[in-house]
């Protein structure tokens, strides 16, 4: 009997209860920092988990480590002293913790000093840890409107970066460098916008800036389009300008047999190309015009409808410039005096580049409106 608990006070002398404490203890100093810092937003997050996680394991290690220093003190001199030693460390390491996480920033200061940089994705993290975790109106109030402000930012600099990349599809790459610049300058960390840069600029000195793609037209930004739903519906999805870059004149009716049929009729008159055009179009060509018509009911039934150009050696309108069309088509149903007229100038989608940021690439538009003329109770 004897023999058997001699065998077990040597197992425990080699093993001694404060070993394997101290492991137990690590393991969950280890566990606790796996767990609360995953997820965090950058280092200097990292870095206050990691010191606020110290001071709150170090402080029961520094009291067992004095009452095991004092157990221990008469009879294991060895393990005495490298309690004293685990002590003295706790007693530095705890201090100096508390001292440094009171120089870290609250959320809100950390959110706005990342603004200050152009980082508004890390900025927002910490705005919505504000949001989240402050009990202060005031300051949930004020990180509410901080992400605001950097989420705006992010979006400006994204629509510069589409608008970018639609100028490179097109391989206007100077018009695209200008793009990616501007939203580099707006959010220096915006996913592979440095790329982007270094991409244009090649490609523009590889072909020396020279466009194969001869189908386009380049609008200002300052010249928006807007849906609207007050024309016909056959038209598809139609955006107008604002301003009007073209104005109809002088629209005059004529019923005839033109071709063959014996109830045509024949819409005329003159488009004027308004000094708008000189504005905000980057086109020494001028405007690509197509004309649609149609004479519509009250009710909204289409009683005559014709597509066309402009009359002359070219389709392009320029500012300052006149040029007459004509339009001849059957009549469908008898046209009454109630009836309108409807007449609009567009590009197609087809041919246009609309570097509006709210919507670069405009790709739902079937039609991109910039003269638009309506005139009721017409008299044939």
């Known amino acids: 009997m004897e023999d058997i608990n001699d065998q077990k006070l040597v197992k425990l002398k080699k093993r001694p209860l404060s070993l394997t404490f101290l492991a137990i203890y690590s393991s969950a100093y280890i566990i606790t920092m796996l767990v609360t810092l995953t997820g965090v937003i950058d280092f200097t997050d990292f870095l206050y988990g990691f010191l606020i996680i110290t001071a709150f394991f170090g402080i029961p290690l520094f009291i067992i480590s004095i009452i095991l220093l004092i157990i221990n003190f008469r009879n294991n001199k060895r393990r005495a ?6 002590a003295v460390v706790c007693l530095l390491i705890v201090p100096l913790a508390f001292v440094s996480i009171s120089f870290f920033k609250d959320n809100l200061s950390r959110a706005d000093s990342y603004m200050l940089k152009k980082n508004y994705d890390t900025a927002i993290k910490y705005y919505e840890d504000a949001i989240k975790n402050e009990d202060d109106p005031g300051i949930k109030d004020i990180a509410k409107s901080g992400k605001l402000k950097a989420q705006k930012f992010i979006d400006e600099a994204k629509q510069q970066q589409n608008a970018g990349d639609i100028f490179f599809d097109y391989e206007l790459y100077n ?3 200008e793009k990616y610049k501007k939203a580099y300058e707006i959010y220096p960390y915006l996913r592979e916008i440095k790329e982007s ?3 244009a600029v090649a490609m523009k000195e590889k072909t020396n800036n020279f466009t194969g793609k001869a189908n386009y037209m380049l609008f200002s930004e300052k010249l928006k ?3 609207t739903s007050e024309l016909p519906i056959k038209w598809g ?6 301003p009007y870059l073209a104005e109809f004149q ?10 063959e049929s014996e109830n045509e009729l024949k819409v005329s008159g003159v488009i004027y190309g308004k000094p708008e055009i ?3 179009l980057e086109s020494e060509k001028g405007l690509f015009v197509f004309i649609s018509a149609v004479i519509i009911s009250e009710s909204g039934e289409i009683k005559w409808e014709k597509d066309g150009y402009i009359k002359g050696d070219t389709p392009y309108l320029k500012e300052g410039e006149f040029k007459e069309f004509s339009l001849i088509s059957p ?5 009454e005096p109630k009836d309108s007229l409807i007449l609009i100038a567009y590009v197609k989608r087809n041919i246009i580049i609309l570097t509006d940021p709210q919507n670069p690439n405009n790709s739902d538009a079937l039609k991109n409106v910039f003269s638009f003329y309506v005139e009721k109770g017409i008299k044939i």
Do not use: C
């Open 250 to 259: 002088n629209i005059s009716f004529q019923k005839d047999k033109f071709f």
């Open 278 to 280: 000189a504005d905000f």
């Open 225 to 227: 389009f807007n849906y």
């Open 197 to 199: 840069i270094d991409l």
């Open 175 to 177: 018009r695209a460098e």
């Open 81 to 86: 002293r490298g309690f004293g030693i685990s």
């Open 331 to 335: 009549i469908i149903k008898q046209i």
């Open 237 to 242: 999805k139609i955006k107008v300008s604002s």
